[in-house]
């Protein structure tokens, strides 16, 4: 689900999506699910607290397209650059995609574009 009617701004756009997705980080592997997602990185909720600069590993399985219903394993490395404390517990962590090859940033990038509205030339 997109976040607000209004126009996003960013080159590379973030849409607020609910997937599962492993964050391994200082030996803990923590299972949630992301917030939003671009293919820049991701905002997820943790139950532990890790601070920014930590490096951690990404695993997550991107829908398929509604006719293959075949899911799309994407991985890569990433860097926690925010943490915020969470009223009802536990973490919201930022994270950005620092060593993601380049097919498994397009893939993101083509399942958010997937969801995406798509102008429609006004007549």
């Given at each position: 689900?997109?976040?607000?009617?209004?126009?996003?701004?960013?080159?590379?756009?973030?849409?607020?999506e609910q997937l599962p997705?492993?964050?391994?980080?200082?030996?803990?592997?923590f299972s949630t699910n992301?917030?939003?997602?671009?293919?820049?990185?991701?905002?997820?909720?943790?139950?532990?607290?890790?601070?920014?600069?930590?490096?951690?590993?990404?695993?997550?399985?991107?829908?398929?397209?509604?006719?293959?219903?075949?899911?799309?394993?994407?991985?890569?490395?990433?860097?926690?650059?925010?943490?915020?404390?969470?009223?009802?517990?536990?973490?919201?962590?930022?994270?950005?995609?620092?060593?993601?090859?380049?097919?498994?940033?397009?893939?993101?990038?083509?399942?958010?574009?997937?969801?995406?509205?798509?102008?429609?030339?006004?007549?």
């Open positions: 689900m997109l976040k607000s009617s209004r126009k996003e701004r960013r080159l590379h756009p973030r849409i607020d997705v492993e964050v391994v980080a200082n030996g803990y592997d992301t917030q939003n997602i671009s293919c820049l990185g991701t905002y997820c909720h943790i139950d532990k607290y890790v601070p920014p600069f930590t490096k951690v590993m990404i695993k997550m399985k991107l829908p398929g397209a509604p006719k293959d219903k075949k899911r799309c394993d994407v991985e890569c490395k990433g860097v926690i650059v925010r943490t915020e404390d969470e009223e009802q517990g536990g973490y919201n962590i930022a994270i950005f995609f620092n060593g993601i090859k380049d097919i498994a940033r397009q893939k993101i990038a083509h399942y958010i574009s997937s969801l995406m509205p798509h102008n429609v030339a006004s007549a």
